[in-house]
């Protein structure tokens, strides 16, 4: 059976995007519906990835364009090369996911020495053919032959020069024949070859540049940013050519069959008469407002709305559209659903609700998780008046205001004393990861959206505007200057917006996000005051929480964090740190925990602390009332609350060196930081390790929540409470901290005189404890699966080493999509979270399964959790209305789920 | 259907060891055959599985035992509880694997008051069944009871006082009827309770107690020592009583059907006539060479002698046996496959060849690579005449002499000056981790064979030996006295016996081991000078070799250790590590390569690079002839070949705080090592991370190899050079740095003028490697499991940081039976090989698999990495002789190879 690699556009289907590409499948999908789309076909990306793969064309390709091409000259009854009427073909890429302006179009294929005669004929005008067949061997030289488009432009601006005039539409026909001959003899020279004559030629080249196009440098950078697979390969469309400049009853335009920023119905656009697309995106020439069309050519426009009408009804929802009227004659060119910011995506999904369009399941599969938290950054206040001096790169979203400091002491220092900063740098490196995070947000004039700004911003959740070009940063000066003159120093104040990539000198008030206050429960959705946005985000809310089977919990580890996840829809506690109790004033705690001498001061400091903990306990577990809490017992290496061995051991030396005293204190320390230090704390003595070494403490933990728990049990209360062991690795691990805290619960239950019922559950965060979950499930009650933990231990890189480090160099080489810290990894950390949840509910079929690792907020991830089952995602309260959101989306796209990462 | 908890004698086989342990399956082994066995009944591990996980017996347990008994009382044609004439048992247990020593007996189970009447009656002696009865109260008291023994000696000490005699054969039986009154007493006063009068109580109660004793903590310290799986269990042997103290017709002993040190048969053993067991063993009386027996009593002789015919025939191996004789009736109380020393292993195995009792194959399953590594290992010499002082254990074999140190600092100064030290401490720590290091052998007073000096010191193969009691180690005063008297001080010099446990003052010869000698060539197996036991190894490795499929290469970096592989058999080198060409003086290389400034620097330190490592290729090559060659390119992070961070950070402090000009190179240095500086440095920018993100790095080690290959194959060499990229986790990684390894090779082998096919591969050492193996097999040409990091990142923990650390708690704890870094977790990191085994031939079905980490030389390992179907091992050349012969062992046994830990 022969690969079928060529689709006419009579043959494909909206459906087809993986084959035909987006603009492909739509212009399949207009031929489809009988709407005027000129005759062509589509070159599927199986083509191009068998191109890729091979380095040459698969070989049945020649035949099939060929057949298609006479298909088209059919149809059109032109013939490809005819020097009387010849046919032009456009070449366009078209990949699955539109990547705008990041690849190659060639216009005018089929025009030669011999063929240009013929258009001018046809057309009635020497200059128009002229004009087209210097386009062709513009785009050709620089698409097909790789020529600097300066060369090019260099002729084009000689010739004005000589013939004294501004425009190219200034150029009469034999200007432009001249021009057709120096271009050719650019190709001659560059190449050492003369343009060639045969249009099958040209078209058989254009359409290799096209798959070269995938892979150009500027292509794959986009496709690193926009985390798009490298592999999909682009669809090519060879389309007719028809013309909007070809006289005063021809134009060209864009519009919308809806208000692309509300969802109303009505006639949004813009065309321009004798003109080609490009001119209309370019901004030249003022376009006109679709709606004058209705004068200028009434029956293009009454055809134009008919149209427009049947897109809406056909693709239910808002579709952008371009046309091209030749000569009178109206042509489609292309349709999408028409790209929206975030907010418009919610209203436009709730008007179509309210139109009877869709039902409210489908309106939920037209918004995201992603468009949600959009919704939830604070931003500039509207109406400030405030105007941006530039606008650089949008790099990472929110608004910042502060102090400009140029290094990370700076930052630090300002810090100190509670002043807001905005970090400013040409561009940042790994020793500014201090500075970036103590900072408000990150400035840089230099660098692209995968900088090391823009990445690690991105990475810590960090308001960042980069590659803000016209903007000199002087470090040493400490000023940043704009065309040579100063507009701020070290400690002014400026503002940026790194949801649109703005820059303000001085401060521009910032607004909390109204969708937040709406979340937070402080606007109700029949407020007045509530904006439509958030009547839609209230109802498509509803419908998620509806569907939805996978619950939502939090991460929260203290009694305010509880109360905000509890008023942002969290329904319980899926990790509660107990390590931020040992911090702060309290490190004094651990330090006398580790320098205890004997049995009788090691039980001082655990009874210690266990008295501050139980506090901590009861406050949690009276903001989280009835809903289930899970506490984890102490998790990182006990050095983490001593000082750096480092730091510590210069302070002493210095001290020797120069002579004073040494304080006993800082000696007796110095003892235990080096008797505690690891190579790599990461895998060192942490978890339930410290829990089955440091005798007393696990249980002391244990003791504090469970007295808790009969403090507000016996005030009323009633707790759930999840007491979950950190880090195991095997069964026995975890059968003797049980049999510990077991005890404990017996002793404080028989001590307190009631029932406390905890249940004893493991984090699932090492490789071998998913491969083990059979074994450990016969123990734990619950799985919480540790996906930061997880994916370190699976990848083998530690996140506070690396994400400052060499993933950079990744993601700018495209090796790494999107750090797995922010998107689980499907394919190998996911098969450890689907094997441990399968293994696990082998031995226990009623065992409770969450995560509780970063993903638990994360879109495509949640899709993935709800795919392999689990029962909850836990994650930070401010990512709980996104995560109920996505969890109801999951449900509903369930059927569709496919892995990927 | 009812489940069988009792298995009379007469039921079993002796290969029903899992379920009737191996006294029991043994007993019903002798019992099939027709020797006289005395009639009793075993009852299965199964029953005590079943108690250790309900807490009390099966229910069908009572009405079985007391069928069997039943059965035994017909067979007897005594009563159990007769008054007349009382059928008495022994209770034994007896587990699957030997435990000596660890578990429980209690003998005379059926006397009370009443019984021993009958007792005295039947064998016409009131002293005899007074005696057994006070056995018994002691036994049943001290073992069911839990009362402390020392009880029941005072008791016996007081009368023995009182009647002024000093042996328990002079007491009388009245005597003997005060001490059971008194026994008696001691049972009443400490359980509440009188000794149960009730024949079948006794024996319910100690069957109970026998299950009860393998949780004792001895017994479970004994496991962890020699990984004995915890949930075996034990079964219970009831066997009625036979007396060898009737009369002097009666007699006990134990014999052996070979010399258990060289397979010669013969009549081997030892016998008292009128004695019980225990006397034989506890060495009181002096007892007789077993051919006098043929004198004492001719019909038992001969009856004896043919017994160990019959045994020999059947088991067809060197077995040792207990038997008794009652009033001239024989009977055999036990026998089993007997122990015996490594060396004798392989003459037993040998002999039995040459005799015709066994075939080779069946030699070889005899003996095991453990037994061949033990004979590898240096001793002192036979017939120094050294005199040991004390014996202590023998907690990792070797022998080592050396001056006392009675600390790491010492050790380490003697070692600057080469001087060999021995580390004498109380017990060991972490903190004395350099100093085991540095030192020859380590000596403890204090800690048992799970000990931390014992754990550490067979994790580094250090001679150790621990415990050795008599010795009081002052580290203050820097002696070590016995009884009192200082018998070495510090920088006295050592010799201890790591095999033995011997300590001995001053030094004793070491003498390499014959077998290493022949196994390096130095010694033929034909030389008159090479003993039996070398031609008996080179017998039985010549089997192995002829059956094994797995092949061996050893881990080598050095041209040296490459010539020794190749000695010791090595069929090519696995391993080759670079990094160790980057240390010593050259350290200041990588030094230049880290600081250079710009990029012609950075090409100069590079160069520089490829010129030493070219010269270290050529020899590793020109040493491996046309073996294959595995190098791989650079592993560990650049920050290792720089100065510790807080070491230069304090002594750059110092000079600062002591006002001193500070060295301008240590201050970039220290610039160089903060940027570089990691948290988790094992996570971190290493393996091909390394590769990707220092421009030329591995394409200057790619050049160096190449360069090499050419200049060997010049001079006639015909080099096989495997170049294996260490550290993958994504396919895109190994996508990437092939490109560039190729595109060396291919300017490489231009410049050259000759073809260089190298092969190009990885190393399987991360979790998700393994998991997406089928994608990365797609790239590589062979894959080698890097157990080692592999089983960091699956468990989570750094060898490092752990072996020192909690490994020796969760040793002491049984929560780990073994090191995972010495053999395969084969369940949790020998699943992730499996899964990268299958999936890696899934997509490249001739893809070469090895393994390269420690574990490639550990003999259950090994078994494991033939099952799961690898090419090859690779280990360190001292390990290679173990692995071919595990390998073979490994073919042998394939059918029967069961996953363990």
């Not at 266990?610 to 577990?621: H, N, P, T």
Request: hydrophobic residues 40%; contains cysteine; charged residues 25%.
């Amino acid at each position: 059976m022969t690969a079928t690699y060529v689709y006419p556009f009579s043959e494909g289907s909206k459906d087809q995007k993986d084959l035909l590409g987006g603009k492909g499948a739509n212009l399949a999908e207009m031929t489809r519906l009988g709407l005027p789309v000129p005759p062509g076909f589509t070159i599927t990306t199986d083509a191009c990835r068998w191109y890729m793969s091979h380095g040459e064309n698969p070989p049945e390709l020649a035949d099939q364009v060929a057949a298609a091409l006479a298909d088209v000259e059919e149809r059109l009854g032109r013939r490809f090369g005819d020097p009387e009427d010849p046919l032009l073909v456009s070449v366009r890429s078209g990949a699955k996911v539109s990547m705008p302006g990041m690849m190659e179009t060639v216009l005018n294929v089929g025009l030669n020495d011999e063929t240009v005669q013929g258009l001018a004929a046809r057309s009635g005008s020497e200059r128009f053919a002229q004009d087209s067949y210097r386009r062709l061997l513009q785009m050709f030289g620089r698409t097909v032959e790789e020529i600097d488009g300066e060369r090019f432009e260099e002729v084009m601006d000689r010739v004005k020069a000589q013939r004294g005039v501004a425009s190219d539409v200034d150029l009469t026909a034999e200007d432009l024949a001249g021009v057709v001959a120096a271009f050719q003899q650019i190709i001659l020279e560059e190449t050492g070859e003369p343009f060639p004559q045969d249009p099958r030629e040209q078209l058989r080249r254009s359409i290799r540049a096209v798959f070269d196009s995938w892979n150009a440098p500027r292509a794959v950078v986009y496709r690193n940013t926009e985390r798009i697979r490298h592999d999909l390969g682009t669809a090519v469309n060879v389309c007719s050519m028809v013309f909007g400049n070809l006289d005063d009853r021809s134009a060209t335009g864009v519009c919308f069959t809806r208000d692309p920023a509300t969802g109303q119905l009505g006639v949004y656009g813009d065309f321009l008469v004798n003109a080609q697309g490009e001119d209309v995106v370019a901004g030249i020439r003022n376009t006109r407002s679709l709606p004058e069309l209705e004068q200028v050519l009434p029956e293009c426009y009454a055809q134009l709305t008919g149209i427009m009408d049947t897109l809406e009804a056909h693709y239910k929802d808002l579709c952008d559209i371009e046309f091209t009227i030749e000569s009178g004659t109206l042509w489609m060119l292309q349709t999408r659903v028409g790209k929206r910011t975030a907010a418009a995506a919610f209203r436009i999904a709730t008007t179509l609700v309210d139109e009877g369009v869709i039902d409210e399941e489908e309106a939920l599969r037209r918004v995201d998780g992603g468009q949600l938290s959009r919704l939830m950054f604070p931003h500039f206040a509207e109406g400030s008046g405030a105007e941006p001096i530039t606008t650089g790169l949008n790099a990472s979203p929110g608004a910042a205001v502060g102090q400009v400091a140029f290094d990370s002491a700076s930052v630090a220092a300002r810090a100190r004393d509670g002043i807001a900063t905005i970090l400013v740098r040409r561009e940042t490196n790994p020793d500014d990861l201090a500075g970036m995070l103590a900072a408000a947000g990150v400035l840089t004039s230099r660098g692209g959206k995968t900088s090391h700004a823009a990445v690690v911003a991105r990475g810590l959740g960090k308001t960042c505007v980069c590659g803000a070009e016209t903007l000199e940063v002087d470090e040493k000066a400490r000023e940043i200057r704009m065309g040579g003159e100063v507009i701020a120093r070290e400690g002014d104040v400026i503002s940026i917006d790194g949801t649109s990539g703005e820059v303000y000198l001085g401060e521009v008030p910032v607004e909390p996000s109204e969708v937040v206050q709406y979340l937070e429960g402080d606007l109700a959705p029949d407020d007045p005051a509530a904006s439509d946005l958030v009547r839609s985000v209230h109802r498509l809310m509803g419908v998620a929480d509806s569907l939805r089977t996978l619950e939502v919990r939090a991460n929260a580890d203290t009694a305010e964090d509880a109360a905000r996840a509890r008023r942002m829809g969290a329904q319980g506690i899926g990790l509660a740190r107990t390590e931020h109790m040992f911090l702060g004033e309290r490190r004094v705690l651990v330090e006398n925990l580790i320098l205890s001498a004997d049995q009788e001061q090691r039980q001082e400091a655990l009874d210690e602390l266990a008295e501050v903990q139980r506090g901590d306990f009861v406050g949690l577990l009276e903001a989280m009332g009835s809903l289930p809490t899970t506490i984890r017992l102490l998790d990182p290496p006990l050095h983490e609350f001593l000082p750096d061995i480092t730091e510590l051991s210069v302070k002493v030396a210095k001290r020797e060196a120069a002579g004073k005293k040494k304080s006993k204190r800082d000696v007796t320390l110095l003892g235990a930081v080096r008797r505690l230090h690891e190579q790599n704390p990461m895998l060192g003595l942490r978890g339930v390790r410290l829990g089955l070494t440091i005798p007393g403490l696990y249980g002391m933990q244990t003791r504090a929540i469970l007295e808790a728990e009969a403090q507000v049990r016996r005030a009323g209360g009633d707790p759930h409470i999840e007491i979950m062991v950190p880090l195991v690795s095997s069964i026995r691990e975890l059968w003797e901290i049980t049999a510990e805290i077991r005890a404990v619960r017996d002793d404080v239950a028989a001590e307190q005189g009631m029932d406390l019922a905890c249940r004893i559950g493991t984090m699932i965060e090492l490789p071998r404890a998913a491969l083990r979950a059979d074994e450990i499930a016969e123990v734990a009650e619950f799985f919480s699966f540790g996906t930061n933990d997880l994916t370190q231990t699976t990848w083998g890189f530690s996140r506070d080493d690396v994400e400052a480090g060499f993933f950079f160099t990744y993601k700018d080489r495209g090796i790494l999509l999107t750090s797995p810290f922010e998107s689980l990894d499907q394919y190998g950390v996911g098969e450890l979270v689907r094997i441990g949840a399968q293994r696990g509910r082998s031995t226990r079929p009623d065992l409770t399964l969450g995560v509780c690792g970063e993903h638990g907020g994360d879109p495509d991830s949640i899709h993935f959790f709800h795919h392999v089952g689990l029962d909850y995602v836990s994650c930070s309260p401010f990512r709980v209305p996104v995560a109920r959101f996505e969890a109801g989306r999951a449900k509903l796209l369930e059927d569709s789920f496919e892995l990927h990462h």
